[in-house]
T-cell receptor
Framework: DTGVSQDPRHKITKRGQNVTFRCDPI?????LYWYRQTLGQGPEFLTY????????KSRLLSDRFSAERPKGSFSTLEIQRTEQGDSAMYLC????????????FGPGTRLTVT | AQSVTQLDSQVPVFEEAPVELRCNYS??????LFWYVQYPNQGLQLLLK??????LVESINGFEAEFNKSQTSFHLRKPSVHISDTAEYFC???????????????FGKGTLLTVNP
């Protein structure tokens, strides 16, 4: 399967702990996106990379959130000092730069903060 | 700024009945339009998209959507649904202008389609 993969699929953590999620995009895709989806809502844009450069961060992404894509391939999303409000599904997507920006989504990481 | 409104949060229908899932958008610029489907415990999958040309677009599994610029709508329809169509459906837009925020998808809240036997 050469789709977008995310790890872990589920994460339960206690409030105040740090968590890190990983996303592996489709290999030839140079754009990578992170979205967050809470219950009853559609996905909301968090941040976006073109190759290794992080080009935009939503104001939803507080200072406790950091994302990296060190070699322009996989990406990590870290949340420090987690809060209960961080509980959500974190979705990763990737796309080509050329063409019409069709984004392919991974299965998501479901975070539960207790 | 862009926004997407999906007017129905839940749509229950019987198998083989027709269905329409409504989507309206608001944008100050021209947009691309998408429908994504999310089956239980799976990621989002692109169902169909409107980029340009014919305002009626079709998917391989019988869904179609029509772009109506004057009504800023992109409703999704299927003439006869199957139980396997049970899923959550999300309408999304992105800015079509190159150099703009055309990388960012703005989603509606989703419509849960439940097909009953």
């Amino acid at each position: 399967d050469t789709g977008v993969s995310q790890d872990p699929r589920h994460k339960i953590t206690k409030r105040g702990q740090n968590v890190t999620f990983r996303c592996d995009p489709i290999s030839e895709h140079n754009r990578l996106y992170w979205y967050r989806q809470t219950l009853g809502q559609g996905p909301e844009f968090l941040t976006y990379f073109q190759n290794e450069a992080q080009l935009e961060k939503s104001r939803l992404l507080s200072d406790r959130f950091s994302a990296e894509r060190p070699k322009g391939s996989f990406s990590t999303l870290e949340i420090q000092r987690t809060e209960q409000g961080d509980s959500a599904m974190y979705l990763c997507a990737s796309s080509l730069t050329t063409g019409l920006n069709e984004q392919y989504f991974g299965p998501g990481t479901r975070l539960t903060v207790t | 700024a862009q926004s997407v409104t999906q007017l129905d949060s839940q749509v229950p229908v019987f198998e083989e009945a027709p269905v329409e899932l409504r989507c309206n958008y608001s944008s100050s610029v021209s947009v691309y339009l998408f429908w994504y489907v999310q089956y239980p415990n799976q990621g989002l999958q692109l169902l169909l998209k409107y980029l340009s040309g014919s305002t009626l677009v079709e998917s391989i599994n019988g869904f179609e959507a029509e772009f109506n610029k004057s009504q800023t709508s992109f409703h999704l329809r299927k003439p006869s649904v199957h139980i396997s169509d049970t899923a959550e459906y999300f309408c999304a837009v992105s800015d079509r202008n190159s150099g703009g925020s055309n990388y960012k998808l703005t989603f509606g809240k989703g419509t849960l389609l439940t097909v009953n036997p």
